[in-house]
């Protein structure tokens, strides 16, 4: 059945919505994509590092080991033990005492000493009852059969005697002639560094030649396979007993995604979705593996494509309202002009009409007059007694007179007095209406006016003297254009009603799609609060770890941890400044302030990471004044700095500043790979990064868009020169400011390392008060390395229960998300059950200036969750000095 019109209509009105919530969301969905894939690939680049930091402590260990076997075999007593024909009791226990020496000092698990037989002649856990290996024979193990014929040998297996798994170095002890006579086999176990893999929240396992899973961070994974063994596999290794029983059972585990070589992402059944990283370790034939949860990256990408979501559809409404208000005028414009049109033609065909009345009226015969005949208008012609001369059949039909009542010479009089007993002369006296009349038309003056008569119709009347005495009168019928004017005036005020509502509409829907735009913000910041939380736990252990830890090597494998810790905060925080940029949340604080320091302080800090990659920082000094806001500057040059260090392989980085035209430019040049002319504006975009540099290295590719809605909110320039292959120069110009309007900045303190005593802060009395565990448990651990006294770590509840005059303390920790409440509202109820207000330290992970603003109201310390642990440290000691 066809459709109607209006369903038509409103089918139509349907589909530019429907067309435009498919595009958002198409292009949601691809932003959604994208930003995953770049996510993952961050993610694995992650992995592959620690992977390779795994794989080297695993190499280290083997090598600290691998010459043992071959010294031992040169030993001179071991020699001369397996070149005789038999062993004594004595020799016997002096080679046991030999082995069990050398193993003490060189912590291995076991080193046994066999005859050309495979025999165990001697063994350094020769006094262990029940699993001593001397006396067993192990001709059937490759490392031995191995060693006798090659040499040298090494395998991994399960002990024949102890079931202990481990590897084994095997070393060929020789004769004068250089015949083999006897081996040297030393076990090491690597169960302990199996045990540091699972303090980590990555799956580490590692797999054989054959897909045997032999190491695992996850016990239950051990002796699993990745797929299914071969029959002559199966026989080798039950006729080695390299691991007890054949391994028969399948790691259940579905790849899904290859994303670069040796890293796809794979779901397994008893993990989830994971990024799995391989590494060969060509020297032992095995392969390790490294699983990370994919989650946080695909949390990250929802969050972006949310956010993207977000500002599409402002877009779309904005294009919508403005689109309406356009169709709206237009409607009315229209209507307007079409009103205008008809008024004009009637007034022409009016004027037209009377132009032709008056003509015809002079030449008009009497009584009917066929020369009248073809007007539309009814007309009747008096003479100058006011007696009818002539009319036309209109006449007669319009007012309806009967038959002969209308002839030449009847006074006017009398057809005036007939129509007003019909009521057609309106209300009123009937001998005053006439009158009147008959007195217009002796005046002898033009006259127009329209009358409506009962039955609704309106006539318009209009009169005319004749030159030589008289006066012609014409009646139009007018209903219809009367009619279609009340319709067009309906319809203008229909419209102009319509526009109002609409209008009101239209700010209603203003207003709730910035209502939607500050719930989006809110979202975007809980959400990177909420995710920011375990982070910074995660970053505090590690930073009590680290004090831990009395190794080099060790520090800094926790270094690197914390730095991508950092780095994924860094995300997080961009993402959150993103969305504050763009809702307007994020207020400036623009004054006048020296350049000069600012430059020097960022050319030291960013001076010791160029110095780490080779690279040389020279900074222009300055004594110049500008006007901006100073944190936010310090951003956008921070980004600057930080994009020339990673992307420039060698040479040199300048920051400076000159003049521009009664404004100052500030500069960072480098000379990294340079950018394409028609990719330069693509750099600031959100999570654009540009792929062709070479440096495995990369941001999340929102530094240099969060410098461009920084820049925009300041009001100030940003610059971009480039020159493929010679380097870049990013600019930002800001205006001069005032030097007389510069306060002089106090002098900074001295920043302490970690490492410097802790004796300040012994027995300082301290209150955690978070609703997150794992961010409580951390900062106990941390504040007690230091020597405070943690009198409660707990939540709201629990810091209410436990609040009384005796465990006041002397530093609150308050956190400002609390459940139901937030810190601020909590700490009147604690002071009042204390007695008094201790020094409070507002820690949070949110970065809303009006939080710190509260804080400084109050006399509060306050402090990022994100900052370094140096930093709360500092300004607890502040704080507990300033109390005792």
Aim: proline share 5%.
């Amino acid at each position: 059945m066809p459709l109607t019109r209006p369903v038509r209509r409103q089918f139509r009105r349907l589909l530019l919505p429907l067309a435009t919530l498919l595009v958002i969301g198409v292009l949601t969905w691809l932003a959604l994509q994208q930003l995953e894939q770049r996510n993952l690939q961050a993610e694995a680049a992650q992995a592959r590092t620690q992977l390779r930091l795994h794989a080297d402590a695993l190499q280290a260990l083997v090598e600290r080991y691998r010459v043992l076997p071959a010294v031992l075999a040169l030993d001179p007593d071991i020699r001369a033990a397996l070149a005789q024909p038999g062993i004594t009791a004595a020799e016997a226990t002096q080679i046991n005492l030999k082995l069990e020496q050398v193993n003490g000092a060189a912590a291995t698990s076991t080193l046994t000493l066999l005859d050309r037989n495979g025999l165990a002649l001697a063994a350094s856990n020769w006094r262990i009852p029940g699993a001593s290996n001397v006396g067993n024979a192990y001709h059937f193990r490759p490392y031995f059969q191995d060693a006798i014929r090659d040499g040298s040998a090494t395998f991994y297996a399960e002990g024949v005697t102890t079931a202990v798994p481990g590897y084994f170095l095997s070393e060929a002890v020789r004769d004068a002639e250089g015949k083999p006579i006897g081996v040297v086999v030393v076990k090491l176990v690597l169960r302990p560094l199996e045990r540091t893999w699972a303090g980590n929240d990555e799956t580490v396992f590692a797999t054989d030649a054959n897909g045997v899973v032999f190491l695992s961070s996850r016990p239950q994974w051990r002796y699993r396979v990745l797929a299914p063994l071969p029959a002559t596999t199966r026989e080798q290794l039950q006729r080695t007993r390299q691991y007890g029983r054949v391994p028969r059972q399948q790691l259940p585990y579905r790849s899904s995604q290859t994303l670069t070589a040796g890293v796809q992402r794979a779901r397994i059944a008893d993990t989830g979705d994971m990024i799995w990283v391989s590494q060969a370790l060509p020297a032992q034939d095995w392969t390790l593996h490294l699983l990370r949860p994919t989650q946080p990256a695909v949390a990250a990408a929802r969050i972006g494509a949310a956010a993207l979501a977000a500002v599409l559809a402002m877009l779309a409404l904005l294009v919508y309202v403005l689109w309406q208000r356009r169709r709206l005028a237009l409607l009315r414009e229209r209507s307007r002009q079409e009103l205008e049109r008809m008024v004009k033609h009637h007034a022409q065909e009016l004027r037209t009409a009377h132009d032709g009345l008056v003509q015809a009226a002079h030449s008009a015969d009497y009584g009917e007059s066929p020369s009248l005949q073809h007007l539309p208008q009814g007309v009747c012609v008096v003479d100058a007694q006011l007696n009818l001369v002539a009319w036309n059949r209109r006449y007669i039909e319009l007012f309806r007179f009967p038959p002969d009542f209308i002839r030449v010479g009847r006074p006017i009089a009398d057809v005036f007095f007939y129509n007003a007993k019909r009521g057609l002369l309106g209300p009123g006296p009937i001998d005053e209406a006439i009158e009147r009349r008959l007195n217009h038309l002796r005046s002898g003056k033009p006259h127009m006016h329209e009358r409506e008569r009962s039955d609704g119709s309106v006539i318009e009347i209009r009169g005319n003297p004749l030159p030589d005495g008289g006066f012609v009168t014409s009646y139009a019928d007018i209903t219809a254009y009367k009619n279609a004017a009340r319709d067009l005036r309906s319809l203008a005020d229909t419209l102009s009603r319509r526009i109002d509502e609409r209008t009101h509409d239209l700010a209603l829907a203003k207003r709730d799609a910035e209502d939607a735009n500050q719930s989006k913000t809110r979202f975007v910041a809980a959400a990177v609060h909420d995710l920011l939380q375990p982070l910074n736990a995660a970053r505090m252990f590690v930073s009590a770890l680290r004090l831990r830890l009395p190794d080099a090597d060790a520090r800094a494998i926790v270094d690197n941890v914390d730095n991508a810790l950092a780095a994924q905060d860094g995300i997080l925080n961009s993402l959150l400044d993103i969305s504050r940029l763009e809702s307007g949340a994020l207020e400036t604080q623009v004054r006048d302030f020296a350049i000069g320091p600012l430059l020097q302080a960022l050319a030291n800090e960013s001076g010791i990471q160029a110095a780490a990659r080779g690279l040389r920082l020279d900074h222009v000094a300055t004594t110049q004044v500008v006007r901006s806001d100073p944190a936010l500057l310090r951003r956008i040059l921070q980004n600057f700095l930080s994009n020339a260090i990673r992307y420039t392989r060698s040479g040199r980085i300048l920051i400076g500043c000159r003049r521009a035209q009664g404004q100052l430019r500030i500069e960072v040049h480098d000379t990294g790979p340079g950018i394409a002319e028609a990719r330069q504006r693509e750099v600031f975009e959100e999570f654009h990064r540009l792929d062709n540099v070479g440096n495995s290295e990369r941001g999340a590719g929102l530094g240099l868009a969060i410098v461009e809605r920084i820049a925009r909110l300041l009001g100030h320039r940003v610059g971009l020169r480039s020159t493929i292959g010679r380097g870049s120069s990013f600019s930002i110009t800001v205006p001069l400011g005032d030097a007389s309007l510069v306060l002089p900045q106090p002098a900074k303190a001295p920043i302490t390392d970690e490492t410097v005593s802790d004796s300040l802060l012994s027995g300082c009395r301290v209150w955690c008060v978070d609703d997150d565990s794992r961010v409580r448990l951390a900062t106990r651990v941390l504040l007690e390395r230091w020597g405070c006294h943690v009198l409660l770590a707990g939540g709201p509840d629990e810091a209410l229960a436990a609040a009384n005059p005796a465990s006041v303390p002397d530093v609150l920790l308050l956190d400002v998300r609390l459940g139901p409440i937030t810190g601020p509202e909590l700490f009147p109820e604690l002071a009042r059950r204390w007695g008094r207000a201790p020094a409070v330290i507002l820690y949070t992970a949110e970065q809303d200036p009006a939080l710190r603003e509260l804080a400084n109201s109050h006399g509060w310390g306050f402090l990022s969750k994100q900052a370094r642990s140096s930093a709360l440290r500092s300004l607890l000691t502040h704080l507990c000095q300033r109390t005792r």
